[in-house]
Each structure stands twice: as C-alpha cells, then as structure tokens.
C-alpha cells in the first residue's frame, strides 16, 4: 500500500476548519484534522508546501516512522504549526489503519478502558443569574459536568461569555477585536458565581472554571483558595505556563484541582509539571500535540504520577479531532474528563460522525476507523472567512493574556 495523493480541505461552516485527506493507491482514505483557530492558511501553505509532497509514495501503515520523519526529519521543528500538520497526518494514518482492520480505531489502541466518556459543557452569562440558568439547562440536558463562566461588571466583554446558549464562537472579526480585563474585579466576583451555584443545585454536579491564563501565580492561588468551599473538578490555565515552575506556588497555598495544557504541542511543554506533580489534568489535544501517537506518550508519563487526561475539545477543533479523542478517552487509562462543545448543524452535516451524546457520556461509535467523514460538496459551500480571536487590554490599556 502506497499513499497516492493527498489534499487540503478548508471550510467554514460557521467556522473556519483546515481537513487532510490523504488517499491510496488501493482506494482507502483518512482524514485528519489541521485547525489552528486564526492562523489556518499557515497550516494549509506548510501542508501543502512541505508535507504532502513527502508524504507520497510513502507506506501508510508506517505510522511510527512517519511521524519521526516529519518530528525530527524537521531541523525547525515543535511549535503550533507544525505539530497541527504532523497531527493532521497521523489521524488520518489511524483512520486508514483502522479501516484496514476493519475495526473502530478504540480497538487498535488496545481497546475499551470505559463504556462511555464523561463529557462537560459550557454554561456562561453575563452576570452570575444568567450563567446560573444556564447551568441549570445543561444539568436538564442530562450533563454530569459544567464549566461556569460569567460576565463580570466593568469588564468589557469577559471572556467565555458568548453569543447564543449552546455554541461559543469567540474568532469574531476580520481583525482582532479588543477585550477588557481587571483581576481584582474577577477576584471579587467569580467566588460569588460558584457559592450561588452550590447554593442552587447542590454538590452532585462537577463544576469547571477556565481563569484563562489571566491571573499571576500568586493570584491564581488567591483564586483557588477561594473557591475550595465549592469543590471544583478543576480551575484550568489559572496563570501561564510558559514557566512551568510558576505552578508550584499555586500549589502550596490550594488544594483545587488545576488543569492546563490546551495550548501545549509536545510533552516538553508539560513534562515538569507532570513529575513534579503540579497539576492534576493535562488538557492537550490529539490536533495540538500531534496526533494520537503523541498524545499517548504524553498520557503515559501522565499516568505514572497520577495525573489524568482533560483533553480541550472547543468547537475551534473540528468533528474529526472530537472523533479522534472520543476513541483515545475510550481507551486510556487514566482518563479524566473530555470538554465537549456542540458543533452547529452545519457542521454537523460537512463533518457526518457516528459519536452521540447520552445522560453526560459520550461514545465514540463502531464505524471502521475514527467515524468521522467529510462531505466534500457541502463543504465547498462555505468559503474560508478570515477571524482572529480577541486580544485583551487591562484598564489602562496594558496588553493582556487573552
């Protein structure tokens, strides 16, 4: 078997969504997923310019030894871009092999470690009733799992509020739009939302709360402490992680529970805070840190300090990713939670998928391969659109972490 051509599929059906589809000589195909929210022309030119070339002629089964080819054959190698190509390739490998096999891709990992995937929400407001309602429409949803964001008075457009109760877009124009901040404002005010919410639905729901890398170590421990009372599954990117030491302050001084790892590409990015034992979730993706071959060394040095998986699953990854990382939740052992953000019916419909949702559980399907397709047609029928995610700036006009 040979790899005898490849392609780039960019679509926005209200989104934006870079798919590869890479195809054989013996007519069997895989797609895999490539978006970077903002910056998906820079995957589709190093895509088309410098890996789909290499790619033809190769073994497809070679999974392993294709992605070492595109990891270290790369003198400039890591970073965002990069590891969203070598991912892209690597799900659709899986797919290939997969459907090969006959079988769904959980099997080939080494099968079933759960019958199905705790899955959360997001439930957000612009003041603490709204998010409180919205809460409380995801639990008659059947969700076993919420995150919880709020508006928070005098900030401008605080983040994680979105436009619309089920789908949260934030890529909202041709330029980045500005966004405010104020830490102390939060402080004062995100402990507040969490104490309504155990006082209104009690403490049989797990709640999330994403600070966002807003807050400095020493604030986010502020933070954590604060909202001990509450119980929280996790507070996620509560400081940045670029210094990866900067987690051990916020360790000494809370005992919530801290997940991280969305934006990270390798298991570089994380290996400090996994064995000193810093965090208790890693949230990289299967899209970010380049696929399921890599993904599953990352959850292997996890395991062994007692740190599960919280993959990021918002809707600026596409069905494919979500498909990808239902079968790898189903499979790893230490498993924690999946992020699950609804896609809209029409993306629903470019990429057709046999996952479902069911009483706060997810389950990938039986389909050969990942389960997830694309409708080439459909998706030509949404031309890419440039967004940029927002920026923020403090009151002063100090750029901040978004």
């Keep these: 078997m040979k790899i005898q051509s490849a392609k780039v599929i960019v679509t926005c059906p209200g989104r934006n969504f870079v798919t590869l589809k890479i195809e054989t000589d013996q007519g069997v195909y895989g797609i895999g997923d490539a978006t970077l929210n903002g910056r998906e022309l820079s995957v589709v030119s190093y895509l088309e310019d410098h890996v789909i070339p290499c790619l033809i002629g190769m073994d497809p089964q070679r999974i392993e030894d294709i ?88 900030i401008k457009d605080a983040y994680g509020v979105g436009r619309g109760k089920l789908y949260y877009e934030p890529a909202d124009a041709s330029l980045p739009s500005v966004t405010g901040w104020d830490t102390r404002k939060a402080l004062n005010y995100v402990p507040k939302l969490f104490e309504e919410l155990r006082k209104t639905y009690g403490f049989d729901q797990h709640l999330l709360h994403d600070g966002h890398h807003r807050y400095t170590p020493q604030e986010a421990a502020n933070l954590g402490k604060m909202l001990e009372p509450y119980q929280l599954f996790w507070l996620e990117d509560c400081t940045p992680a670029e210094n990866q030491e900067a987690f051990r302050l916020v360790r000494q001084h809370t005992v919530t529970p801290l997940a991280v790892g969305e934006i990270f590409n390798t298991i570089w990015d994380c290996k400090d805070l996994i064995q000193n034992q810093l965090i208790d979730y890693i949230r990289a993706t299967v899209v970010g840190a380049g696929g399921l071959t890599h993904l599953r060394r990352i959850a292997d040095l996890a395991s062994l300090y007692q740190v599960r998986t919280g993959c990021h699953g918002a809707t600026d990854l596409s069905p494919v990713t979500m498909g990808c990382a239902l079968h790898f939740d189903s499979w790893v052992p230490n498993f924690g939670i999946q992020e699950y953000m609804r896609h809209t019916e029409a993306t629903d419909a470019v990429f057709p998928h046999d996952y479902r949702f069911e009483a706060g559980l997810m389950y990938c399907g039986e389909t050969p391969g990942h389960g997830v397709d694309i409708d080439e047609a459909l998706a030509a029928k949404y031309p890419y659109k440039p967004a940029y995610l927002p920026v923020a700036r403090l009151e002063d006009g100090t750029m901040w972490n978004w």
Excluded: C, F
């Design 67 to 154: 992605w070492q080819y595109l990891y270290r054959g790369a003198y400039w190698r890591r970073g965002p871009v990069t590891m969203r190509a070598i991912a892209a390739v690597d799900m659709a490998l899986w797919d290939i092999k997969a459907k090969m096999a006959g079988m769904p891709l959980y099997q080939l990992l080494g099968g079933r470690s759960r019958d199905g995937v705790l899955v959360y929400g997001h439930a957000n407001g612009s003041d603490i009733a709204e998010t409180v309602e919205a809460v409380g429409h995801y639990i008659d949803m059947g969700y076993k799992a919420i995150r919880a964001q709020t508006g928070v008075p005098g």
